[in-house]
């Protein structure tokens, strides 16, 4: 129940608020000096807001006002004042007074001010409860694993932080690269204001830098309004730059003012914007070949590379697939309403001798094929389809030509993985590591369509 406190010398002006608020369903409680008022809410601590008139003999409203904001200032502290002190309730709003109301005044216009309060608090608890729950989910703790190289992750991630230091993760696709730039940032003093996810792979040239600097209206043609840009989104938090060897080299050398100068001009604009933004970057590529070829920048590259986390392939972390599997069975349990209850030995040995091309995604995407499709209570061998199981083809025996054995292969691959994906193409095409454009030019020439 939102408490109030009405503070007024004038006894019967109190008296009147509090049988107000009583019949819109609030609970208030009376005083009538500021000393009374500043002791009780120091003492109660119950209340969400202090109603108090400025003009009072002992400590007035004003006082009133700076000491609750010094002690609780999670309290909001509506000031009443007459039209002789409206100058003192702008110096009240300066101080950190939610409201003022001028007496005489209407009982409904106290009740507005009131519920405009009331419903600010409640969003601002509703902000800070999702903001908590985001946080806990991207903590490193949920980054699961008990293996040596899982732990080092663990460590690199704890000690880095906090810090400001750019970092860049490698790792193939599906090892979780965005799980632990995203720890990273829910860690680190940055939490509280936005990460935001560029994929540096999704985008032609033109469309990465203006996704990534805004465009001013008319910069080239369909900019019919201007756009501010990841960057200046993600301003005093975190950009999390996925497959950064994909941009430009054009896009590269704005990145470099970035790191260096903290500063950029928007696609068709000439004036510098300032940002403060931390830069994780991922990649699923050889960066130190691209630069030796001459495709990614040597001085971006050492920007980037000031602090450098490998994540391991699956097939290099075995040990941990037991605990992946039994997470994303509870997960999964729950997004499908279901109740599978575990998995046997014989399909976590089948699970712990696969090689795993598309790493801890492609597992999260089997366990969850086999709670779906599991008919008992255990998952099994025979719940698990794993694709390379089913690329069984002969070895150029055959007296077909060589391209078509080819198609073959990739064909049956393509059928395999949209099977393990439940048709999802998108989750295919980065398993397979393909854009999503070149898998459906795939699904055409395979003849590949319908349900699988």
Same mark, same amino acid.
Request: charged content about 30%.
């Given at each position: ?31 009538? +000096? ?21 003009? /009072? ?16 200032? !999670?309290?909001?502290?509506?000031? /009443? ?12 709003? $300066? ?18 001010? =009131?519920?405009?309060?009331? !419903? ?63 720890? =990273?940032?829910?860690? +680190? ?12 792979? @999704? ?15 008319? @910069? ?33 050398? $704005? ?132 694709? !390379? ?8 025996? +055959?007296?077909?030509?060589? !391209? ?29 590591? =393909? ?18």
């Amino acid at each position: 129940m939102k408490k109030i406190l009405v503070v007024d010398d004038d006894l019967a002006m109190g008296e009147m608020c509090k049988e107000l608020l009583k019949s819109k369903g609030y609970t208030s409680d009376v005083v009538t +000096s500021g000393k009374e008022a500043i002791e009780k809410v120091f003492m109660d601590g119950v209340y969400s807001i202090v109603l108090t008139d400025l003009v /009072m003999p002992d400590i007035d409203g004003i006082e009133v006002l700076k000491k609750i904001k010094q002690q609780t200032p !999670q309290i909001a502290v509506v000031v /009443m004042t007459s039209y002789g002190t409206v100058t003192n309730a702008v110096e009240a709003m $300066k101080l950190g007074a939610s409201d003022y109301i001028t007496k005489p005044f209407k009982r409904d216009e106290l009740v507005v001010v =009131i519920e405009k309060i009331l !419903q600010m608090q409640r969003l601002e608890g509703e902000v800070d409860r999702l903001r908590s729950e985001l946080g806990e989910k991207y903590t490193f703790g949920n980054i699961i694993g008990e293996s040596v190289k899982i732990k080092k992750i663990f460590e690199i991630i704890s000690n880095v932080s906090n810090t400001e230091a750019n970092i860049l993760i490698q790792g193939e696709t599906g090892t979780g690269k965005e799980l632990v730039a995203r720890a =990273i940032h829910y860690n +680190s003093a940055r939490k509280n204001y936005p990460f935001v996810k560029v994929d540096c792979a @999704a985008l032609t040239e033109t469309l990465l830098e203006s996704e990534l600097f805004g465009h001013e209206k008319g @910069a080239f043609t369909g900019a019919i309004k201007d756009r501010i840009g990841r960057f200046r989104t993600a301003d005093h938090g975190t950009i999390f730059l996925d497959e950064i060897g994909n941009g430009s080299l054009a896009v590269q050398a $704005k990145l470099l003012r970035v790191l260096q100068d903290s500063e950029f001009e928007a696609v068709g604009g000439d004036k510098p914007i300032k940002v403060d933004v931390r830069i994780i970057a991922a990649t699923n590529a050889d960066l130190e070949g691209y630069v030796e070829k001459g495709q990614f920048r040597r001085d971006l590259f050492y920007r980037l590379n000031v602090i450098r986390i490998f994540l391991p392939p699956l097939r290099e972390r075995t040990d941990d697939i037991p605990l992946l599997a039994s997470h994303f069975l509870s997960i999964h349990n729950k997004k499908n309403r279901k109740t599978v209850e575990g998995i046997s030995r014989e399909a976590l040995n089948k699970l712990m001798s696969y090689t795993w091309p598309g790493n801890i995604r492609e597992l999260e995407n089997v366990i969850e094929r086999a709670v779906i499709l599991c008919k008992g209570k255990v998952i099994e061998p025979e719940d698990i389809p794993l694709y !390379q199981e089913k690329t069984d083809f002969p070895l150029g025996l +055959s007296g077909k030509p060589l !391209q078509e054995l080819i198609d073959q292969v990739e064909r049956q691959i393509i059928i395999n993985t949209l099977e393990l994906t439940g048709a999802d193409k998108e989750k295919a095409a980065k398993i397979l590591q =393909i854009s999503r454009a070149s898998l459906y030019n795939k699904l055409n020439k395979h003849k590949i369509n319908g349900p699988l």
